[in-house]
């Protein structure tokens, strides 16, 4: 299965190898998972969401939560086949990014549109495309275990972390469909950055890095 996963993101030149790369993190890396490339193939997101599905069919789970934007395509799929799976109506819903007097606090994954409500007291699949840091979806985590729900599983598509990322970071038992150790250097001990290799400026945020660099 964790070889299909990554084949499935070779097949769609997902997995970038042998560059130099900026992180979100602000880290610089050789290698990339571009997970959006997965998103605009039905056929290809639906099949790994029904691998999921089948981990968790005999949990009982009633509904299925990812954070906005990218993962509400996840949520929605895994929560289709679990409902084809058990033959029960499995619910989709995500959390989104806090956002107060027009400015964004990521450090938040919250519930809006009254989603909480349908939370409170069910049985809840957790589901993430990545994990590097594993911050974003423990926030989703943590919303989940305020709105009263309980956190059956978290469940992401490839782990790029699995030595820090794991249940006990997580507050709940996390699992992975596959594993992709990705390195991840500060700039100061890059090696990349210490043979000249050109950043990428298309992928990752090599763009937003060089101009800030110029502007210093």
Sequence with gaps: ???D??????????IIRNDHIVLTSGKHSDAYIRKDRLYPHTKQTSKICAMIAKKV???????????????????????????EMTNKDVLSLFTEKHYEDGQIYEAK??????????????RVLIVEDLTSTGSSVKKVVNSVKKA?????AVYVLVNRNPKDVN????????????????????????????????????????KEYLKNKKNK
């Design 148 to 152: 009263g729900g309980q956190v059956i």
């Design 57 to 83: 069919a005999d949990q009982k789970i009633d509904v299925v939560v990812s954070p906005a934007l990218a993962g509400i395509v996840l949520s929605q799929w895994t929560a289709y086949h679990l409902s």
């Design 167 to 206: 249940s006990k970071f997580m507050g709940a038992p996390f699992y992975s469909l596959a594993t992709l150790e990705i390195s991840a250097y500060d700039k100061k001990s890059c090696p990349m950055c210490k043979k000249n290799i050109p950043i990428n400026i298309e992928i990752g945020h090599g």
């Design 109 to 122: 994954q919250i519930f809006k549109r009254g989603y909480d409500k349908f939370v409170k007291g069910k």
């Design 5 to 14: 996963v990554v084949k499935i993101f070779e097949e769609l030149e997902g």
């Design 1 to 3: 299965m964790a070889n």
